[in-house]
């Protein structure tokens, strides 16, 4: 292998790193807040990319019926929930926060529909529209078993994905989808042709992550979920609710996964359930930064997505096979100290 | 009325009842300490009151239903614990912690600020140390950024579970000396502690409670003279 080609196989997977950084850094974030590995967060990405893809061609996602669906599920539980504590005030806001809130981007998606929109508002429209999605599957199916064991959450988070597969399949159909190029520019550094696409997605990483930095950093919202993540208990006792400090971690991680479904929507063809393959490719990433490590995670990340890209030049039937069992060794290995980790987080 | 009432509590882990039938009452402006040995339940009978734990039986603050509400709401009425084991956000800083405690009042800013100030007005070393991580600090340094972080919080009933633990005798008396303090800034005092001497002289009344069960209850100044107390809790002196 030349030079070269090395590099360019090296920007190339850089930049599939860099979405993969965005999912990673979500799980990281929810399970963080939640202790769930929300393993539907690929999905949440490849909808987000379906999403777009229906846009640019002026139909109606499928999104908008799950979201409906979603969302009536999750008013009528917390409604009930109301109903049987006897807190009859709390209706209105509920009616507020569960049918309102999320149904507002179905809405304006139902207005907007036939018109021609430039590529900003699809994508804004794309994200808004997938964001409510993680916050009600929370409501509906992790808040009723909240103080299971991380285990049992896994295992329902697992399930969870199938019937999203599903879903995904009646909402949006079985075909692949590509999108418009972000930009056909490019520019020649040292020799190479590289576009101005890849810059776009790497910029888009490096941005929402220092984003996101400033936000546990600088605001007491991002504090409290720091806290919640740190020490549950702690949380509850300065007045900080889990329920809702875990709504903003699947929110800002919802920010996350859909940017980064736009970002590779024009790189690759996206299927209903192709969510499951990035998130696995992020959830390594997330694993070499043991599930608490922001840094370490999107090395990780931004190491699977190289070890990809060679991986696909030396055979790309193998690529996966390649990838993953490149990985095993490292898996093993940081496995052992997350043992560590753990212990430190017990005392 | 009193601020908080308590009538009749059980509490129970599983099938072990770990405090039963506890009544008493705190009035506005109170000191009150309940004190006991090792597993007599008192840390239960704190965590019972910040509704961490499940109960059964009355308790009234300020003549509400305190059932109803669950931790968050209490902590946003006024009712602040520093627990047994201090739950500090041991990842972050002091400053953090501190801020943190405010949480319930987000929206003074101006307040909370004010307040920042005269925690660490209070605990000077809590300024030098703001940068620096909570699981860092040293055991009496934690228990000053616990008390400080319960303060930021702005209590009117401040539930506290042996804020002397591990602390040396001079900072104890420091300790105890702003709690009576915290009178006067109309903050009410629920106290437990193993120091009963401390504890009693601090206090307007006292309860001690004894295999989950109050044993005796009555004004400080009398519990401290009572020749059956002093035998078991006061030790000689
Ligand atoms: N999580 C639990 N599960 C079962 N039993 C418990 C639990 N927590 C406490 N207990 C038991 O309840 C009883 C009261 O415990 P508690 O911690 O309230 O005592 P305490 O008065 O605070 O003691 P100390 O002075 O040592 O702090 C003890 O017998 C203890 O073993
Ligand atoms: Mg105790």
């Known amino acids: 292998m030349s030079s070269d080609i090395a590099a360019i196989l090296a920007i190339d997977g850089i930049a599939s790193g860099a979405i993969y950084v965005l999912i990673a850094i979500g799980f990281v974030l929810i399970f963080a807040v939640t202790r769930v590995i929300f393993v539907p967060f690929g999905d949440i990405s490849a909808f987000t990319a379906l999403t777009l893809a229906a846009l640019e061609t002026q139909r109606l996602p499928g999104t908008m019926g ?82 299971a064991s991380v285990l049992l959450l896994l295992t329902v988070s697992m399930a969870l994905h199938f019937a999203l597969v599903g879903l995904g399949l009646m909402f949006f159909g079985p075909e692949g989808v590509r999108t418009q190029p972000l930009t056909d520019a ?51 006792l300065v007045g900080i609710r ?27 063809t996206i299927f209903y359930d192709s969510g499951f393959l990035f998130g696995l490719r992020a959830f390594v990433g997330a694993i070499i930064g043991a599930m608490v490590n922001y840094p370490v995670t999107a090395l990780g990340a931004l190491l699977v997505g190289v070890l990809e890209s060679f991986a696909s030049f030396w055979s790309s039937a193998f690529k996966e096979v390649i990838v993953f069992s490149l990985l095993l060794p490292v898996l093993l290995w940081r496995s052992l100290s997350v043992g560590e980790v753990e212990d430190e987080a017990e005392e | 009325m009193s601020l908080l009432a308590i009538r009749s509590l059980d509490v129970s882990y599983g099938k072990v009842e770990a405090v039963r039938q506890v009544s008493l009452s705190i009035e506005a402006g109170q000191i009150v300490t309940v004190i006991g040995p090792n597993g007599a339940g008192k840390t239960t009978l704190l965590a019972a009151t910040m509704g961490l734990l499940p109960s059964t039986g009355e308790m009234l603050y300020e003549g509400r239903d305190l ?18 084991n201090r739950e500090l956000f041991g990842d972050m800083s002091v400053s953090d912690n501190l801020i943190l405690g405010a949480y319930s009042h987000r929206h003074d800013g101006a307040g909370n600020r004010r307040n920042l100030d005269a925690v660490y007005h209070r605990f000077p ?3 030098e140390r703001r940068h620096q991580k909570a699981n860092t600090l040293s055991g009496g340094e934690r228990q000053m950024l616990a008390l400080g972080r319960a303060l930021m919080a702005k209590p009117r009933l401040l539930l506290l579970d042996e804020p002397s633990l591990g602390l040396a005798p001079l900072i104890v008396r420091d300790i105890f000396k702003i709690i009576a ?40 100044d009398m519990l401290i003279h009572d020749p059956k107390l002093i035998a078991t809790y006061l030790g000689g002196h």
């Open chain 1, 66 to 147: 799950l979201v409906a669906l979603l969302a009536v599920m999750a008013t009528v539980m917390q409604v009930t929930a109301d109903l049987q504590a006897g807190d009859h005030k709390a209706i209105p806001s509920t009616l507020f926060f569960y049918l309102l809130v999320p149904l507002v981007p179905v809405a304006l998606m139902w207005f907007a529909a036939g018109t021609v929109m430039s590529m900003p508002v699809r994508m804004g429209l794309s994200l808004l529209l997938v964001l409510p999605i993680a916050p009600l599957l929370d409501r509906i199916v992790f808040r009723p078993i909240a103080d």
């Open chain 1, 186 to 236: 490019s520019w020649e550094i040292a020799g190479m042709q590289v576009s101005l696409q890849t810059f776009l997605i790497v910029g888009s990483a490096v941005v929402f992550s220092a984003l996101l930095y400033g936000f546990f950093e600088l605001t007491l919202t991002g504090k409290a979920l720091r806290a919640t993540a740190v020490n549950r208990t702690g949380a509850r």
């Open chain 1, 242 to 268: 889990p329920a809702y400090t875990g709504t903003m971690a699947y929110v800002l991680a919802s920010v996350l996964a859909g940017i980064s479904g736009i970002l590779i929507s024009p790189v690759t």
């Open chain 2, 67 to 84: 059932r109803r509400m669950d931790v968050e709401a209490r902590v946003e009425a006024g009712i602040v614990l520093v627990p047994e």
């Open chain 2, 125 to 127: 070393r809590l300024l």
């Open chain 2, 181 to 220: 303090s915290l009178r006067e800034t109309g903050v009410s005092v629920l106290l437990v502690e193993q120091n009963a001497r401390a504890a009693l002289e601090t206090a307007d009344v006292g309860y001690v409670l004894e295999t989950g069960e109050i044993v005796h209850s009555g004004a400080a």
